[in-house]
T-cell receptor
Framework: RKEVEQDPGPFNVPEGATVAFNCTYS??????FFWYRQDCRKEPKLLMS???SGNEDGRFTAQLNRASQYISLLIRDSKLSDSATYLC????????????FGKGTLLTVNP | GAVVSQHPSRVICKSGTSVKIECRSL??????MFWYRQFPKKSLMLMAT?????????EQGVEKDKFLINHASLTLSTLTVTSAHPEDSSFYIC????????????FGDGTRLSIL
């Protein structure tokens, strides 16, 4: 089983649609969780951290289920500018804060 | 927010050349810096973890003599690709974090390396 596994995608949606990304992780000792977005040929940029209680930032909602080792990201009212690759990222803990990246899911929002 | 600067952003050079990439944390002290490599349409792969003042920890399959890492200060880490060959062409990205483990890492802009 891969350490961090995401929907393979790609997703093509119209503007205004709601999109859900799913991610599972294999290391039950993982301590912190993030969603990053990466535009083509650019570096990853932090979108949001993910907390056990769930958290929301505008149109973006992230959920974490530790029992199922599952993370999700929901984008509501999608915009053209949301088009990017979304990376599920897990910090396995320990003293070196090592991140493990999912392969990413490409989202294209169409006009 | 935290800013990480990476330089150069683009390198094109001949096979056999050694290339040095710098990663700087501009507004925080980065006790740990990470070096990643990303091939087209692939995920970021961690190459090594660099702690200030100590030797870097390399991931399995990454040659430490090929990819020299120096982390001499809390704001600067360098990656040197020695005697680069075409198969080393890739997107190299650094990231930095402070001592708090649940803080996200902040990425540099990346360096696109092309070896002819």
């Amino acid at each position: 089983r891969k350490e961090v596994e995401q929907d393979p995608g790609p997703f093509n949606v119209p503007e205004g649609a709601t999109v859900a990304f799913n991610c599972t992780y294999s290391n039950s000792a993982s301590q912190s969780f993030f969603w990053y977005r990466q535009d083509c040929r650019k570096e990853p940029k932090l979108l949001m951290s993910v907390y056990s209680s769930g958290n929301e930032d505008g149109r973006f909602t992230a959920q974490l289920n530790r029992a199922s080792q599952y993370i999700s990201l929901l984008i509501r009212d999608s915009k053209l500018s949301d088009s990017a690759t979304y990376l599920c990222v897990v910090n396995s803990g320990g003293s070196n804060y090592k991140l493990t990246f999912g392969k990413g899911t490409l989202l294209t929002v169409n006009p | 927010g935290a800013v990480v600067s990476q330089h150069p952003s683009r390198v094109i050079c001949k096979s056999g050349t050694s290339v040095k990439i710098e990663c700087r944390s501009l507004d925080f002290q980065a006790t740990t810096m990470f070096w990643y490599r990303q091939f087209p349409k692939k995920s970021l792969m961690l190459m090594a973890t660099s702690n200030e003042g100590s030797k870097a920890t390399y991931e399995q399959g990454v040659e430490k003599d090929k990819f020299l890492i120096n982390h001499a200060s809390l704001t600067l880490s360098t990656l040197t690709v020695t005697s680069a060959h075409p198969e080393d062409s890739s997107f190299y990205i650094c990231s930095a974090t402070s001592t708090v483990s649940d803080q996200p890492q902040h990425f540099g802009d990346g360096t696109r390396l092309s070896i002819l």
